[in-house]
T-cell receptor, first 115, second 114 residues
Framework: DSGVTQTPKHLITATGQRVTLRCSPRSGDLSVYWYQQSLDQGLQFLIQYYNGEERAKGNILERFSAQQFPDLHSELNLSSLELGDSALYFC??????????????FGAGTRLSVL | AQSVAQPEDQVNVAEGNPLTVKCTYSVSGNPYLFWYVQYPNRGLQFLLKYITGDNLVKGSYGFEAEFNKSQTSFHLKKPSALVSDSALYFCAVRDMGGNNRLAFGKGNQVVVIP
């Protein structure tokens, strides 16, 4: 168990809908990362938050947004869903931003199916 | 931009034989390299990392990786594969822009044949 908790494990919804994925980082970790894993794109970085503030953006669509709350949990919001958004969404956390000991630990993921 | 490449899609190996999963990297400066493993319906599990120091890095579950600067490679190895090692293996490199994000390779499916 990595200590990173993601809910829900599975999500089935329809095109055009909006969903929220939740992530609780490991105790003490300040940085949260979101990744998308799909068959055609592989594992892609979406967005990172550090201590409540957006730190880096990757290949994240404008329909997607995220935030990190004061208790350090994070939510990824996906709206106007399309079939191509079906994927496994991972959250990872790390203690800090850099340094030799800063390893990212991953949650089990949320599998999103858009029908 | 930092990137890694995993040239093979699938690696088949007989149980008890040595296992090698290949990774090459492209970075500006000194790389921070990682290997993760993903078992079916599970998240990614950290195996090992190279930051600096010894070129041979030892990690979890008997895995090790060899950093080779001249060949820009970071191959994952295990002397004797187990059936339970069958999984998807990802090589990754840390972004050097100060935000710690990872760029992953496409992944290698390892199949250990009993």
């Amino acid at each position: 168990d990595s200590g990173v908790t993601q809910t829900p494990k599975h999500l089935i919804t329809a095109t055009g809908q909006r969903v929220t994925l939740r992530c609780s980082p490991r105790s003490g970790d300040l940085s949260v990362y979101w990744y998308q894993q799909s068959l055609d794109q592989g594992l892609q970085f979406l967005i990172q938050y550090y201590n409540g503030e957006e730190r880096a953006k990757g290949n994240i669509l404008e329909r997607f947004s995220a935030q990190q709350f004061p208790d350090l949990h994070s939510e990824l919001n996906l709206s106007s869903l399309e079939l191509g958004d079906s994927a496994l969404y991972f959250c990872a956390s790390s203690p800090d931003l850099g340094g030799v000991k800063n390893i990212q630990y991953f949650g089990a993921g949320t599998r999103l199916s858009v029908l | 931009a930092q990137s890694v490449a995993q040239p093979e899609d699938q690696v088949n190996v007989a149980e008890g034989n040595p296992l090698t999963v290949k990774c090459t990297y492209s970075v500006s400066g000194n790389p921070y390299l990682f290997w993760y493993v993903q078992y079916p319906n599970r998240g990614l599990q950290f195996l090992l990392k190279y930051i600096t120091g010894d070129n041979l890095v030892k990690g979890s579950y008997g895995f090790e990786a060899e950093f080779n600067k001249s060949q820009t490679s970071f191959h994952l190895k295990k002397p004797s594969a187990l059936v339970s090692d069958s999984a998807l293996y990802f090589c990754a490199v840390r972004d050097m822009g100060g935000n710690n994000r990872l760029a992953f390779g496409k992944g290698n499916q390892v199949v250990v044949i009993p």
